[in-house]
């Protein structure tokens, strides 16, 4: 077969000094060290234009003009033992937003939820502990507009006086299985399934064709690709699209998307992994208007009728029943039964509020002297003398040096704490290492910066932080915790007697037996 790569496709080059061990150091097989043949490989892209920096790829369209000389200058560096085509891989183009029969799935965005009770005004969507959470505007859409294909299950840590009504949200229906892409041969790819112990009823299409799955008669119709494909590096590979067949699609709104090809381990009954949920075009739009999630949490999905399929139709030919949703019927009736006991026999909390760093101090001080605290203070800890005594600490806030002696040092809540879940510790303050930006570009209060100071962690690696410039200073400033897996905030109070509140009422609620 011939193929043709899709109008916009992009081919990403990854070079690379091919290295052997001399006395532990890594040299070239030219004979140059390793960072002698990183700047010969720099030199020779930036001859093409191509910014190197420290990332061995280079992306170039697939109809560019400079990739014949370029690869024969790669093959002049592999020649000379300086360097040599490591991996090859075509990405093809998203398909377009506009079909009125494409899908969407749906993002969850970059972080996870962190609590009921604070979760930010903006997300209506988000993921924790594997389950998908909605908001109540995300579901009053559903309902008002009869959107179907979605159930819902009460959260059990959420409480009557939260700001907002959350829910778990999973999809009924499965999308379909899809189409593999049309270089793959079907035969090579469920031998690997084979060998890997896969169940053959969690078969669904695979839109990448790796070079060890591709179909013996391929021929490339672009010579830039036929080139590479002619080296047989073994990592050579094409990044397509997610297919579906438009007569195959569930006669819903949204659907379930992508399930694993084993079973996942029970350990967490009735729970099993769905990757996420997707919807119809209509349903995107009403989505979007209605302010519940913006056009680029949309990955578009590629829907094609049963007429233009160029590989074998998997709903047609795969017998064997779809994997299920996250819950069937029965264990949805069964989880929602669970939740509404552990609702019921959950112990109360009282939300706790402090008006001024004033009020917060006065607050702790009384109960540290009646002996209502349920925490020990910082500054009975030897180490808190460590944290007091540190550059960075005269440069916190300074409501943190009028409040930090009087919080507890550490304490951890599980997820069912009041307010979420709380993994915090003091340490001493650093400057954060982390920047997202250039230099020269401004800070966003979206991400980590390097003009962050970071006063505690947790026992993942999160840290809490102050932004040295937060217009609160210094007086005050707004908390953040980063998640430190995404560089996303995981949550956040508009001021230090706000956390000092949180923490508070979590040893508050850890000290009372349950109930």
Request: hydrophobic share 40%; proline share 8%.
């Amino acid at each position: 077969m011939i193929w043709t790569a899709p109008v916009g496709s992009k081919v990403t080059l990854s070079v690379a000094p091919p290295l052997t061990s001399d006395r532990g150091s890594r040299v070239s097989v030219g004979g140059l060290s390793y960072q002698q043949s990183q700047a010969e490989i720099a030199k020779l892209f930036g001859r093409f234009g191509f910014e190197r920096n420290s990332s061995p790829f280079v992306v170039l369209e697939v109809d560019d003009p400079r990739w014949r000389d370029l690869l024969d200058a790669i093959a002049d560096l592999s020649r000379k033992g300086i360097g040599c085509l490591k991996a090859a891989w075509v990405d093809e183009p998203e398909p377009s937003s506009s079909d009125p029969h494409a899908w969407f799935e749906l993002s969850t965005g970059p972080a996870d939820f962190h609590s009921p009770a604070r979760a930010p005004a903006a997300l209506c969507y988000g993921e924790r502990f594997g389950q998908k959470v909605i908001s109540e505007e995300f579901r009053r859409v559903v309902d008002e507009n009869g959107l179907t294909g979605l159930s819902f299950l009460p959260l059990e840590d959420a409480y009557p006086d939260d700001p907002r009504v959350w829910c778990e949200v999973y999809a009924e229906k499965p999308i379909g299985r899809g189409l593999d892409h049309p270089l793959i041969d079907p035969t090579k790819l469920i031998a690997a399934h084979s060998a890997e112990r896969s169940d053959p009823a969690h078969r669904c299409g695979e839109p990448m064709a790796r070079f060890e799955y591709m179909r013996e008669n391929v021929r490339m119709q672009n010579p830039f690709i036929a080139a590479l494909f002619g080296t047989a590096i073994s990592s050579f590979r094409v990044h397509g699209q997610q297919r579906f067949v438009r007569e195959h699609l569930p006669a819903t709104d949204f659907a379930y998307l992508g399930w694993t090809r084993r079973p996942a381990p029970n350990d967490k009954f009735p729970w099993r992994w769905i990757e996420s949920i997707s919807c119809n075009a209509r349903t995107r739009k009403l989505l979007i208007e209605a302010g519940i999630l913006k056009a680029h949490r949309f990955k578009t999905l590629c829907v094609v009728p049963a007429s233009d399929a160029t590989s074998e139709i998997l709903d047609r030919t795969v017998s064997l029943p779809v994997p299920p949703p996250a819950y069937t019927q029965a264990e949805a009736s069964a989880e929602r039964a669970r939740r509404a006991v552990k609702i019921a026999s959950r112990k109360p909390y009282t939300t706790l509020r402090f008006s001024s760093t004033k009020d917060a101090a006065a607050y702790l001080e009384r109960r540290l002297s009646d002996g209502s605290a349920t925490w020990t203070p910082a500054r009975e800890s030897s180490y808190f003398a460590e944290i007091q005594s540190s550059e960075l600490f005269a440069r916190t806030p300074d409501a943190w040096k009028r409040l930090a002696p009087l919080l507890p040092e550490d304490v951890y809540g599980d997820y069912l704490c009041p307010h979420g879940k709380l993994d915090f510790g003091m340490m001493v303050p650093e400057w954060n290492q982390y920047s997202a930006f250039s230099p020269g570009e401004s800070p966003s209060e979206e991400e980590p910066s390097d003009i962050d100071i970071n006063f505690g962690g947790s026992g993942n690696g999160d840290w809490f932080s102050f932004r040295s410039d937060d217009p609160l200073m210094p007086a005050d400033a707004r908390v953040v915790f980063w998640d430190h897996e995404r560089s996303a905030i995981a949550d956040e109070w508009p001021n230090i007697a706000a956390f000092a509140a949180h923490i508070v009422a979590a040893c508050d609620f850890l000290s009372e037996p349950s109930q």
